[in-house]
C-alpha cells in the first residue's frame, strides 16, 4: 500500500488496465451477469416449490393424526 502511495502513477496504471480489460470484455461481462441472475432465479424458484412439497406433506401427516 506504501507503494501505491508513493507512486499515484502505478495507482492510475492499474485504473486504466482494468477500464481497458473491462470495456474489451464488457458484452461476456453483462452474459455471465445474466446467466448468474438466471440460474439464481431458477434456483429460489425451485426450492420455494421444495418447502411448498414439505410443507404439504407435513400439512397431511399431521391431519392424518389429529383424525384418529
Not at 500500500?1 to 495507482?11: C, D, G, K, Q
Amino acid at each position: 500500500m506504501s507503494l501505491f502511495a508513493r507512486y499515484p502513477v502505478i495507482t492510475f496504471s492499474i485504473g486504466v488496465a482494468a477500464g481497458y480489460i473491462i470495456h474489451k470484455y464488457r458484452k461476456e461481462i453483462i452474459q455471465a451477469a445474466n446467466d448468474a441472475s438466471d440460474k439464481s432465479k431458477e434456483f429460489l424458484l425451485h426450492q420455494k416449490e421444495s418447502l411448498g412439497d414439505i410443507l404439504a406433506e407435513t400439512q397431511q401427516g399431521a391431519d392424518g393424526l389429529g383424525d384418529s
